[in-house]
C-alpha cells in the first residue's frame, strides 16, 4: 500500500510552509558498485547511514537467482541478526497478484477485465454520476481509473485482521464515489483492487488467500508467503517494525488482498523470476505472456488512449531508470517498504524489503542496485537522441494536477502541485512551479505527443478530458492548463494571510498589556480586535494539533479522539468565527475606531473569509474520523 505521504499532517502541514525546494531531490553521483561484494558493501553503508535495520534482497536474471541476500538486524532490541527465514512485509506488492489472478479467471473464460462491476457484484456499494454512459469495468478497478478516493483516514485505522474481505468492502463506501467518468483519469486508491479481489471470491467461491495459494503460491515454490500476521511462520520469523528508529506495531491492512503479504527473499525471487520468465514456472505456463504484456500495458486512460506508453497498467507501473524502463510495484505499510522490479526486455530483475519507513534508505538501495544490474548491458546513448524534433504548439505555462489521490486534499494541490512547463532549445521541461532544478525532459514528436530522450518512450501526450476538455497527461498525472495570475495570487494571499495571523498573535499579546493597564478601551475598539484574533488562534491549535507526535497518526485521527475532535473543532470554529467577523465588520464599519485599527483589522477579516470559502468551497472542512 501507499498510505503514508499523503497523511493529514503532512498535507496540511505543507499547506502552511512553503517549500522553495524542487519536488524531487537528487543525489549525488556515487561510486557505482561492480561487483556483488562491492554492492553488498554499498548497501550496507546505507543501512548504517540511515540506520535502517534490516534488509532482504534478490537480484534475478534468466537462469535463475544470482543474489539472495539478508542484512543486518530483524530485532534490535534483540539483537536478532535478519537471516534467509526473516520475513518482510511487502505492501502493495500484493496487488500484483489481484492482477493476476483476475487476468487468470480471463484466461479460463470465467469474466473479461471489460465486465461491468456492478452486474458482477450488485451487492458492492459504490457511486458512479456517470453508470449509464461510462460504467466502472474490471480493469478500471485495477488500473486505477474508477475516480474514487483513496483510503480515508477511518479504514486506514481500522485493523483488517479479523475481517472478511466483503466485511472490509463494507466497512466504509464513502470513499467509492467516482469523482471524474470512470476509465478517463489515474487516482491510487486501494479499495479498487479490494473490490477486484472480491470479484475473484464470488467467482470462485474461495477466499481470496485461499485462491492465490492454489493458483500461485503454491506453483511458484513460495512456501512462506502469507497474508497474516498472525501465522506461526510470521510470528517466529516476522522482522520487527521501525519508524524513525522506535519499534512500531503491526498494520493489518483493511482489506487483506491490497497489501498485507509477508514475504522472505526467496519468496520474492520465485516471484521475480515468474515475470522475467514470461509467467512460467519451470514448464508450466501458469499464466499467458499475452496476459502479461496486458498486465505491463497502460489502456483505460485517455493518456493511454492517446498514445502514452508509460504510466500505470495493471498492478504494475513504469519506472525510467536512464535508458531503460524496468516495470515495478512498489509497497509500503507505515513501517515497511518494499519495492518488485524487472526488466523484460533484458531478463533481469531484484526485490528489496525493508522494516524500516525510510524512503530515501530504499531509494539509495535501488538505485545501486539498478546501477549494477544495467553496467554492462544499458546503452550510453539516449534512445530518443534521432527523434526529429517537431515544435508545432507551444505548450509552455503553469498547469494544474487535476487527478488527486484524496479529495480532500484538492485545497493543497490547487497550491503546492502546479507545474510548470517551459522550453530550452529543442526540449521541453516539467518542474514545480515554485521553482527548483528541471525535473523531467521531453521531446516534441508530434502535436499531440512528447517522448522521453533518454528512454524513447511517448511519456506525455495531448489528450481530451470529457469534464476538463484539453489537457496532458505525463505519467499518470493529468494537467489542465491554468492562469499564472491564479498561480501566483492565490500564493500571494497565502503569504498575506499567514502573516497576517502572525502579526495578530504579536499584536494580540500587546493589546493584552494595554487592556489590562487600561490603556486600551473595550466594546468595539476590542472586538474589532478580537473576532479577527480568535480565528488566527483556532488556525494556530489546529496545526498544532497535527504537528504533535503519535505513535500512529492514522489511529488517532481516524477515529473520535481527543486530537481529531480538536482538529474538527479548530477548522469548524475558524469558519464560523470568520463569517460572523464580516457580519460584524460591516456593523461597526461607522463607529468611533481607529481607522488604521479599523482597516487593519478588516484586511485580516477578509483574509480569514477566503481562506474559509476555500476550505468550504473544496470540502476540507470534514472530520477526520468519518
Excluded at 515 to 523: D, E, I, Q, R
Aim: glycine fraction near 6%.
Amino acid at each position: 500500500m501507499k498510505i503514508n505521504h499523503f497523511s493529514v499532517r503532512g498535507s496540511l502541514l505543507l499547506f502552511f510552509f512553503l517549500q522553495a525546494s524542487p519536488l524531487f531531490s537528487q543525489e549525488k553521483e556515487a561510486i557505482l558498485p561492480t561487483s556483488i561484494p562491492e554492492l553488498q558493501s554499498a548497501i550496507e553503508v546505507v543501512l548504517e547511514e540511515t540506520k535502517t535495520p534490516a534488509v532482504g534482497l534478490t537480484l534475478v536474471n534468466q537462469d535463475g537467482v544470482v543474489w539472495t541476500k539478508t542484512l543486518g538486524k530483524a530485532d534490535v532490541e534483540n539483537d536478532i541478526d535478519a537471516d534467509e527465514k526473516t520475513m518482510f512485509r511487502i505492501g502493495s506488492v500484493s496487488k500484483m497478484f489481484v492482477s493476476l489472478a483476475l487476468l487468470k479467471l480471463q484466461e479460463e473464460g470465467l469474466l473479461s477485465l471489460k465486465d461491468k462491476v456492478r452486474d458482477l457484484v450488485p451487492e458492492v456499494e459504490f457511486e458512479n454520476p456517470w453508470q449509464e454512459t461510462s460504467p466502472i469495468l474490471v480493469e478500471h478497478l485495477l488500473e486505477h481509473t474508477t475516480g474514487w478516493d483513496d483510503y480515508h483516514d477511518v479504514e486506514i485505522a481500522t485493523d483488517g485482521l479479523n475481517l472478511s474481505l466483503k466485511e472490509a468492502i463494507d466497512f466504509h463506501p464513502h470513499s467509492r464515489i467516482s469523482r471524474w467518468v470512470p476509465g478517463t483519469r489515474f487516482a491510487y486508491s486501494n479499495s479498487g483492487p479490494g473490490v477486484a479481489a472480491y470479484i475473484v471470491e464470488k467467482i470462485t467461491g474461495k477466499t481470496f488467500e485461499d485462491y492465490i495459494q492454489e493458483t500461485f503460491f503454491d506453483p511458484m515454490g513460495m512456501e512462506s508467503m502469507t497474508y497474516f500476521t498472525d501465522s506461526e511462520a510470521y510470528k517466529q520469523h516476522g522482522a520487527k517494525l521501525y519508524i524513525d528508529g522506535k519499534q512500531a506495531t503491526i498494520w493489518n491492512v483493511l482489506m487483506r488482498p491490497v497489501g498485507s503479504i509477508n514475504a522472505t527473499p526467496t519468496d520474492v525471487a520465485n516471484m521475480v523470476s515468474f515475470f522475467i520468465n514470461r509467467g512460467k514456472i519451470d514448464s508450466v505456463q501458469l499464466i499467458s505472456e499475452a496476459s502479461l504484456q496486458r498486465m505491463e500495458t497502460p489502456t483505460t486512460t485517455i493518456g493511454a488512449k492517446a498514445g502514452l506508453e508509460v504510466g500505470y497498467e495493471l498492478s504494475n507501473s513504469s519506472s525510467p531508470y536512464k535508458n531503460a524502463v524496468y516495470r515495478k510495484h512498489a509497497g509500503s505499510v507505515k513501517s515497511a517498504l518494499a519495492d518488485l522490479s524487472y526488466l523484460p526486455e533484458y531478463n533481469l530483475g531484484y526485490a528489496v524489503m525493508t522494516n524500516s519507513s525510510d524512503r530515501q534508505a530504499m531509494q539509495r538501495i535501488i538505485n545501486l542496485i539498478r546501477a549494477f544490474q544495467l553496467k554492462d548491458i544499458i546503452d550510453v546513448h539516449s534512445k530518443g537522441t534521432n527523434l526529429t524534433t517537431k515544435n508545432e504548439a507551444d505548450v509552455s505555462g503553469y498547469y494544474l494536477d487535476i487527478n488527486p489521490r484524496y479529495q480532500q486534499f484538492n485545497f493543497l494541490n490547487r497550491l503546492f502541485r502546479v507545474q510548470k512547463i517551459s522550453y530550452k532549445k529543442d526540449t521541453l521541461f516539467i518542474n514545480s512551479a515554485l521553482g527548483g532544478e528541471d525535473l523531467r525532459g521531453y521531446i516534441q514528436l508530434n502535436e499531440n505527443q512528447f517522448v522521453s530522450p533518454e528512454t524513447g518512450k511517448i511519456s506525455m501526450v495531448r489528450a481530451h478530458d470529457p469534464l476538463a476538455g484539453e489537457v496532458y497527461q505525463e505519467g499518470v498525472q493529468v494537467l489542465k492548463p491554468v492562469s499564472a495570475i491564479v498561480v501566483f495570487g492565490q500564493l500571494f494571499i497565502l503569504i498575506l494571510w499567514v502573516l497576517g495571523m502572525i502579526t495578530a498573535i504579536l499584536f494580540g499579546v500587546i493589546w493584552a498589556i494595554r487592556f489590562w493597564t487600561g490603556k486600551l478601551a473595550g466594546g468595539q475598539n476590542i472586538w474589532i480586535r478580537l473576532w479577527p484574533l480568535m480565528s488566527s488562534v483556532f488556525v494556530v491549535v489546529a496545526l498544532i494539533t497535527i504537528s504533535l507526535e503519535y505513535s500512529d497518526f492514522s489511529e488517532v485521527f481516524g477515529n473520535v479522539t481527543l486530537p481529531s475532535i480538536t482538529l474538527f473543532v479548530c477548522l469548524v470554529a475558524f469558519v464560523l468565527i470568520s463569517l460572523w467577523s464580516v457580519y460584524y465588520l460591516f456593523r461597526v464599519r461607522k463607529s468611533k475606531i481607529k481607522k488604521l485599527t479599523y482597516w487593519y483589522s478588516a484586511a485580516l477579516i477578509c483574509l480569514h473569509f477566503l481562506a474559509a470559502c476555500y476550505f468550504l468551497w473544496w470540502g476540507a472542512i470534514v472530520p477526520t474520523w468519518n
